[in-house]
């Protein structure tokens, strides 16, 4: 529990500078020339040539991609088990800096018994996430993104038949329940180009869920029954990914841009 809230802690820390990195390389791309004269002379700025007004054509490309995902779930809940997972990945890249992302992954996990929410079963979960990223590319072959977004939760429950065999004995039913639910989730990853259509993709992300859920206790005999409710579950988990994509569509666009000499 302690080393995962570490864990989150830096990937908070990571994510916030790289996206400040990101969006510096992508409004600065080329820098500034910086020349020193003399010994203690200030720094001056060197002022770039500006050429006369041309018209240049310019390769935008629209990516459409899909892959298989696999991964390693791990709850920040200390009664809820880690788990494998597995989903598919459908990718929208638009030139080099900017992406969308849909995504559905489903696992399975083991809930221990917490006197404050669930009894003993598994609780099974189908996450589908719209994400935006910011992409940049850092060689040839590897290109880094952030991304951040929106997801629903298909959640369901199911108690361990050893609790119920043991309330029926007792002349009770149970039943324990847990709503689906928005949440919001944070990531980064890197995408390496194997050739220019397949790709393979590996990621890290923190999903934040906060379900409802409810209970109810149904005495056999008398049909009498109390009920309950759960507020704000704790489903939040980090989640390791990776993920084998191939690009379908490779689209081209040209524009051109227009460059005027300043005086």
């Known amino acids: 529990m302690k080393t995962q809230s570490i864990i989150i802690k830096y990937l908070s820390i990571f994510f916030v500078f790289s996206f400040f990195f990101l969006f510096t390389q992508i409004l600065y791309p080329q820098g500034r020339n910086i020349v020193i004269k003399g010994d203690n002379a200030a720094p001056v700025e060197k002022k770039m040539p500006v050429e006369d007004t041309i018209e240049k054509k310019v390769k935008r ?69 719209l994400s935006l990223q910011g992409r940049l590319p850092i060689r040839q072959k590897i290109e880094a993104f952030l991304f951040a977004g929106i997801n629903y939760n298909l959640n369901n429950f199911t108690i361990n038949n050893d609790v119920l065999n043991s309330w029926k004995e007792l002349g009770i039913d149970i039943s324990e329940t847990i709503d689906n639910n928005m949440g919001f989730h944070l990531g980064v990853g890197l995408d390496f180009f194997v050739t220019k259509k397949l790709a393979v993709d590996v990621n890290i992300k ?9 209970w109810i206790f149904a005495d056999q005999l008398s049909n009498i029954e109390i009920n309950g409710s759960f507020e704000k579950l704790n489903l939040n988990s980090l989640y390791l990914g990776i993920t084998l994509k191939y690009f379908i569509l490779t689209k081209s666009t040209i524009f051109y841009r227009i460059k005027r000499r300043q005086k």
């Open 206 to 214: 923190y999903v934040i869920s906060k379900p409802n859920g409810s």
């Open 61 to 129: 490309e629209l990516k459409i991609g899909m892959g298989l995902d696999m991964g390693y779930a791990m709850p920040s809940n200390s009664f809820h088990d880690n788990s494998f997972t597995f989903g598919g990945k459908l990718s929208f890249i638009f030139g080099q800096y900017f992406g969308i992302g849909i995504n559905g992954l489903f696992h399975k996990l083991s809930v221990l018994e917490d006197q404050n929410a669930f009894s003993n079963g598994e609780l099974t979960n189908a996450i589908f996430d």
